[in-house]
Structures are given as structure tokens and as C-alpha cells.
């Protein structure tokens, strides 16, 4: 009974060993990124670089807030964001309920034609979306950088199976109480999917902040452009400033990060319940 305690013991000390040491290998170029975007530019061309700064200094943000217009970069990416996440969550979840509960003409031919799109690769749209965007007057507009980005497929085929388990005897209960149809999705189902919402929510947001390629293609004005983008005008304009470089992306990954650390709980809820049913 000993020896059986005693490999289960050896094999939960070598899990928590591998689990530590990827964890690690995930997690240390972050460390090192935020870490290095307080050193200045001198210390990266030494011949022994150190993981830690001879001497923390926030001088790297300022020139950032001051030579950049971060604060206007940081605006736009909070803004589009902010739509993209609202739209995304309201559009997915009524298309996910109008699938998984009601019967329609054509709905199968849809919803298959939905499913379809996820299939296309984003690349292949750049082009026929562009000449809309364009065709609409919608380039260089902050609408034309936020429309596109208003729903996720992948998200309604999420929705419309996460939906479907809601028991259909209880929807009829409310009906029969003389609940209308908007009272039972905000009231019955709404409550009932909440880690189906945390998860399409931080998927959306953590796409929409990284966004480059819609925006690059989209944006002509310097106001209009988003933390992505912020990045690359830095790399084109300093290309040797990897003090800045590190320091903006340090500025860009940190929202993402709290997200992830505050959400993970829902994250991980949300998939283990929806991404398989």
C-alpha cells in the first residue's frame, strides 16, 4: 500500500514538475518583454544582456505618449473593441437562439451557409470586402473599420449548439405564463448561458484589439489607427528602437492579459460546456 502511495506521489511531483516548466517556457518571454521595455536602449547591445534592468526608468512610455500619440491609438483600440464586442455578443446570441429554437423556412440552408463562411479563410475576403467597404464610402472611416468585425460565425454555430441544450419545456412554461418572446430570451435565457457569453465575449475582444491586417488595409489617417498599427508605423519609423518597440508592445498586451487572468475561470467553463455539444 506504501509503494502505491508512493508512485502515486513520484507522478504527481513529476505532472506539477511539467506543468511548472511549461508554464515557464509560456510565460518567460512575456517576463522578459515587459522587463526589457524599462531598459534603455544601450542595454541591448551588450555583449552579456541581462534578463533585469541596470536601472527601471518609465522614460521608454513617455517617449512613447509624447513621439507616438499612444493615448489616441489606445482610444481608437478601445473603441472599436468596445463596438465590435457589444454588436458581436447581441448578433450571435439572437442568430444562436433564432437557430436553436425556432422553425423557419430555410433555416437548415442557412445555418449551413453560416457554417460554411467559418470554412473561408480570412484572407480571401480581404479583397471582395474591400471593394464594398469601398464601394459604401466606408474607407478610412472609423465605421469601416468596425462593421466588418460586427459578428463571428464561428460564434453563432457556438451559440446555436450551446442553445440548443436549453430545455424547450421550459421556454413553453414561460409562454404559457404569457411571457412574450423578448421577456424569455432576456429573463430565461440569458441567465441560463452565461459562460456561453463570457467566452464569445473574450474571444471577440482578444480579435478585435490584434487586429491588423482589416485595419492596415482600411486606414489611411493616422487618427484612425489602432494599437496594431501603432506598432508597425514604430518598427517602420525605429527600426533600431527595440527600447520603444518592447515598451509598445508591453502597452498592447496588457489588457489582453488581465482579461485573460481575471476570465479564465469563465473561459475555461465556457468551453468545457459549449465547444463540444
Known amino acids: 500500500m506504501q509503494s502505491v502511495r508512493r508512485k502515486q506521489k513520484i507522478v504527481r511531483i513529476l505532472l506539477y514538475a511539467l506543468v511548472f516548466s511549461l508554464a515557464f517556457i509560456v510565460a518567460f518571454p512575456f517576463f522578459w518583454m515587459i522587463l526589457a521595455s524599462f531598459k534603455d536602449i544601450k542595454e541591448f547591445y551588450v555583449l552579456k544582456p541581462k534578463l533585469f534592468p541596470e536601472k527601471f526608468s518609465f522614460a521608454n512610455y513617455t517617449e512613447l505618449v509624447t513621439k507616438l500619440n499612444?493615448?489616441?491609438?489606445?482610444?481608437?483600440?478601445?473603441?472599436?473593441?468596445?463596438?465590435?464586442?457589444?454588436?458581436?455578443?447581441?448578433?450571435?446570441?439572437?442568430?444562436?437562439?433564432?437557430?436553436?429554437k425556432?422553425?423557419?423556412?430555410?433555416?437548415?440552408f442557412l445555418f449551413?451557409?453560416?457554417?460554411?463562411?467559418?470554412?473561408?479563410?480570412?484572407?480571401?475576403?480581404?479583397?471582395?470586402?474591400?471593394i464594398m467597404a469601398n464601394n459604401l464610402h466606408l474607407v478610412d472611416?472609423?465605421?469601416?473599420?468596425?462593421?466588418?468585425?460586427?459578428?463571428?460565425?464561428f460564434s453563432i454555430f457556438l451559440a446555436r449548439n450551446f442553445i440548443s441544450s436549453v430545455p424547450t419545456p421550459?421556454?413553453?412554461?414561460?409562454?404559457?405564463?404569457?411571457?412574450?418572446?423578448?421577456?424569455?430570451?432576456?429573463?430565461?435565457?440569458?441567465?441560463?448561458?452565461?459562460?456561453?457569453?463570457?467566452?464569445?465575449?473574450?474571444?471577440?475582444?482578444?480579435?478585435s484589439w490584434?487586429?491588423?491586417?482589416?485595419?492596415?488595409?482600411?486606414v489611411n489617417s493616422d487618427e484612425l489607427r489602432t494599437?496594431?498599427?501603432?506598432?508597425?508605423?514604430?518598427?517602420?519609423?525605429?527600426?533600431?528602437?527595440?527600447?520603444l518597440k518592447l515598451a509598445a508592445a508591453t502597452l498592447t498586451i496588457i489588457p489582453v492579459l488581465i482579461v485573460y487572468i481575471?476570465?479564465?475561470?469563465?473561459?475555461?467553463?465556457?468551453?468545457?460546456?459549449?465547444?463540444?455539444?
Request: hydrophobic share 55%; aromatic share 10%; proline share 5%.
Open 70 to 100: 499612444i493615448p489616441r491609438y489606445y482610444l481608437n483600440s478601445i473603441l472599436v473593441t468596445t463596438v465590435q464586442v457589444l454588436a458581436n455578443v447581441v448578433i450571435v446570441l439572437m442568430a444562436g437562439y433564432g437557430f436553436a
Open 102 to 108: 425556432y422553425q423557419f423556412r430555410g433555416k437548415n
Open 112 to 130: 449551413i451557409m453560416v457554417l460554411s463562411s467559418t470554412m473561408i479563410p480570412w484572407v480571401a475576403t480581404i479583397i471582395p470586402l474591400y
Open 141 to 153: 472611416t472609423m465605421m469601416g473599420l468596425i462593421i466588418p468585425g460586427m459578428a463571428d460565425a
Open 170 to 207: 421550459l421556454l413553453e412554461a414561460a409562454r404559457i405564463d404569457g411571457g412574450g418572446e423578448t421577456k424569455i430570451f432576456l429573463k430565461v435565457v440569458i441567465p441560463l448561458i452565461k459562460p456561453l457569453i463570457s467566452v464569445i465575449t473574450i474571444q471577440k475582444m482578444v480579435s
Open 210 to 218: 490584434n487586429a491588423f491586417q482589416w485595419p492596415l488595409l482600411v
Open 227 to 243: 494599437l496594431p498599427l501603432a506598432i508597425a508605423k514604430l518598427s517602420s519609423q525605429y527600426y533600431d528602437a527595440y527600447n
Open 262 to 277: 481575471v476570465f479564465q475561470k469563465y473561459i475555461v467553463e465556457g468551453v468545457s460546456l459549449s465547444g463540444i455539444k
